[in-house]
């Protein structure tokens, strides 16, 4: 199958419209549509529907743009290996995967302690939820990703090394003008009134756990995209919420922290495939490990 096709597709799932990935491609609304008909017929699946707003991928057609897209990253990464080879750089770019509060301060600050030991190491960063990380390191997409076990937790699988770096302590984030900024460590009773807002599941089912062995339950009344939302309602007064501490040195100035006793924790770990591992890999594992305190 042409991989030109491929690129059209993925791109008109990622921006929802013909016409908009028309302009991206610099092809006409025509062309991109007859590349897309021609895709269908030759896979013999329907692979978008439309809707008011443009289209979307069916089921179908999401499972194979999963599968496109890490056959197009691949595709890339050879077509750099290749041409690395030709310029006498024989080394292949180390591509990593983070979490978003690792990737905000830990990551990169363990790459830069790395490529002082490794020099001119091409390398990239790709945020993401653990188990979308997880699975990019399968597909090959990955060399290495930052993740947690943070609820739903980690999958044993056999196609992945895991190592442990170490345990990190959630804290609670609020508006620097709130009463309990600036104070010590807070049980969450103390906190039975006030809005949460989460970002995703995970972070979510840690505060209910958390809230549950305190016997209060939070009223977690909003909801962000992302973690730079979650952090923009607590700045502008609108909630608070629970995030991870290693954060804590990355976090806008209209934002303050205060410890929980007894705060709720999470495993931070890397994973690396078990096949092909890339040589660098392990020198970064090493350098992350060296920003968490030794285990006890």
């Not at 991109?32 to 590349?35: D, F, G, L, N």
């Given at each position: 199958m042409d991989?030109?096709?491929?690129?059209?597709?993925v791109t008109v799932c990622r921006l929802g419209s013909?016409?908009?990935a028309a302009v991206e491609l610099n092809h006409t609304q025509s062309a991109?549509?007859?590349?897309i008909a021609g895709l269908e017929r030759q896979i013999d699946v329907p692979l978008l529907e439309r809707h008011p707003r443009g289209v979307r991928p069916t089921p179908a057609g999401e499972a194979f743009r999963r599968h496109a897209l890490t056959t197009l990253n691949e595709a890339d990464r050879a077509v750099?290996?290749?041409r690395d080879v030709r310029d006498g750089a024989s080394s292949r770019p180390l591509a990593v995967g983070a979490v978003p509060s690792l990737a905000s301060g830990i990551v990169p600050e363990a790459v830069r302690d790395l490529l002082r030991q490794a020099g001119s190491l091409r390398w990239s960063l790709s945020p993401g939820l653990s188990a979308r990380l997880h699975e990019r390191v399968i597909d090959g997409d990955l060399d290495i990703a930052v993740v947690t076990d943070a609820p739903p937790g980690l999958p044993q699988d056999p196609r992945v090394e895991r190592r442990f770096l170490g345990l990190d302590?959630?804290?609670?984030?609020l508006p620097v003008g709130h009463p309990r900024a600036g104070g010590g460590p807070v049980h969450m009773r103390t906190l039975a009134d006030e809005t949460w807002v989460e970002d995703n599941d995970g972070s979510a089912a840690l505060l209910r756990r958390h809230a549950a062995r305190a016997g209060v339950s939070p009223r977690i009344d909003l909801a962000a995209a992302d973690l730079h939302g979650k952090l923009a309602l607590v700045a502008t007064g609108h909630?608070?919420?629970?995030?991870?501490?290693v954060l804590t040195c990355a976090l806008r100035a209209d934002v303050t922290t205060v410890n929980l006793v007894d705060p709720p924790?999470?495993?931070?770990?890397?994973?690396?495939p078990h096949q092909d591992p890339h040589p660098w890999a392990t020198p970064l594992h090493d350098h992350l490990a060296a920003a968490f305190p030794p285990a006890n």
């Open positions: 991989l030109t096709v491929w690129r059209t597709f013909l016409a908009a991109v549509s007859r590349q750099r290996a290749a302590d959630m804290v609670v984030v909630a608070i919420a629970l995030i991870p501490g924790t999470r495993g931070i770990y890397t994973l690396t």
